[in-house]
């Protein structure tokens, strides 16, 4: 089975397209510049450009696409909306115009399409994203009902763990910190549910295998922390010292793009549909620093 990750230079792109690789052929997109991934094949993609995403699609012919390439960056895409526009709609619209009817659409969507204006949002919430990146996703999504083969839209938590050889992640950031011996000022009033980036990878495959389809899910681990609680779970686990992280407000750190205060997600669906179980934060910390169980 031939599966084309865009965006595979990326964080999420990089560490699917390896998890994946040792069951399926994998073909991995990447815009400026090539990653190292051993097993995996690739091509130089502009999202922007619909004559670039149609030869790739020809040249591969793939199976199954895990569209994950984006303008990710909730800041870039506030003070640069009509760029975000480009790569995240209009994009999306060259991919779902280029691919064939029999190939299988998995997008890669985000928690921010939310409101924030509860916790444990369900798909069935009305979206109502409040900052540029959310809107422009949220286009996306809609770009992706047009489809007429198959498709399913995964909205993704935060994601953390992965291979440190690819991209970091927040949390790699908040360890090095610590390592250090630096306070790490992280939000006490910002929630989510974090989810470890292997947990796409057995989404994303047992997705393929039961093929759901039109249909959204969340995707999100089970636990509901602020981002000050992801910091002490991640000082406890790896033997830091959690006295180094200083919970502030978001009031106290104004950004370009307004930060929602809680996008929870419940992901009871699709742990229903595709019998996965997401690993809790303590596990997923375990497994990203090869912690023994404290």
Request: net charge neutral.
């Amino acid at each position: 089975m031939a599966i084309l990750i865009t965006g595979a230079s990326g964080f999420l792109g990089a560490n699917l397209a390896h998890n994946l690789s040792p069951t399926c052929s994998i073909i991995g997109t990447y815009r400026n510049k090539r990653p190292t991934i051993p097993g995996i094949k690739w091509g130089s993609m502009d999202l922007t450009c619909r004559d670039s995403v149609r030869q790739v699609i020809v040249n591969c012919n793939p199976t199954a696409v895990v569209h994950c390439a984006a303008q990710a960056n909730t800041e870039r895409a506030q003070s640069h909306p009509d760029e975000a526009i480009r790569i995240n709609r209009d994009g999306t619209r060259n991919l779902v115009e280029s691919l064939p009817n029999e190939c299988y659409l998995i997008h890669v969507s985000t928690e921010h399409v939310y409101d924030a204006s509860k916790s444990w949002f369900l798909e069935t919430d009305t979206p109502g994203p409040v900052n540029e990146y959310g809107r422009t996703k949220l286009l996306a999504e809609q770009e992706v009902r047009h489809f007429e083969g198959d498709w399913i839209i995964l909205r993704m938590a935060l994601l953390y763990g992965g291979r440190k050889e690819y991209r970091l992640c927040f949390c790699d950031c908040i360890y090095s910190q610590m390592k250090q011996g630096i306070h790490a000022r992280l939000f006490m009033d910002e929630f989510r549910t974090p989810l470890h980036v292997s947990d796409v990878a057995i989404a994303v495959q047992a997705a393929i295998e039961r093929h759901p389809t039109r249909e959204i899910f969340n995707l999100g681990g089970p636990d509901r922390l602020s981002r000050a609680e992801f910091g002490w779970i991640l000082a406890e686990e790896t033997g830091l010292d959690p006295n180094l992280i200083e919970p502030i407000s978001i009031d106290s750190s104004p950004t370009i793009a307004p930060r929602p205060r809680d996008l929870s997600l419940n992901s009871g669906k699709i742990r229903s549909c595709l019998g996965i179980r997401p690993l809790s934060v303590r596990e997923g910390i375990r497994r990203a620093y090869s912690c023994s169980p404290t």
